[in-house]
């Protein structure tokens, strides 16, 4: 699945960058916004696949039942009728689970591309300046506050 996912700037073959292109652990701000970029898509094929899923397990049901009632006429054994019964009731099972799935990656979409915008809009301006400076910049973390100043 991960061989349909648009390209990612501050990723490399998989593994995200510091800040696209250099080291320090894939903290930078490219890489970061690159793996909730992927999160996001992955949501969206999952749910696409959810989808699907559901839409033959639904049909697959339907056969199961059809079939039953046919050999509810054609008076075949009971218990015979009853199983292919229990597969229908099985695979409608699976078809409400997978939307249960969709629900869930609709909200792990929601949610990495809210990150990504609130990312986005806190630390662009601060990436870019640092970017266009021409001076090499410290590690991501090296400016945190780690105590009180006396």
């Known amino acids: 699945m991960s061989d349909n996912l648009p390209a990612i700037p501050g990723m490399n073959h998989g593994v995200a960058s510091s800040t696209g292109g250099t080291g320090g ?33 639904q049909a697959n049901s339907k056969a199961a039942l059809r079939l039953s009632e046919m050999c509810g006429q054609a008076e075949v054994e009971p218990r015979f009728t009853s199983m292919i019964e229990d597969v229908s009731t099985a695979l409608t099972g699976v078809a409400e689970a997978s939307g249960d799935m969709v629900n869930a990656a609709d909200s792990v979409d929601n949610d990495a591309r809210g990150f990504n915008n609130a990312h986005e809009s806190e630390y662009r301006p601060g990436y870019e300046a640092s970017n266009g400076s021409g001076v090499q910049q410290a590690k991501p973390g090296f400016y945190r506050r780690t105590g009180r100043r006396s």
């Open 25 to 57: 652990g894939g903290l930078g701000f490219l890489a970061l916004a690159g793996r909730t970029a992927k999160l996001a898509a992955s949501a969206l094929f999952l749910k696409e696949g959810m989808h699907l899923l559901r839409s033959h397990m």
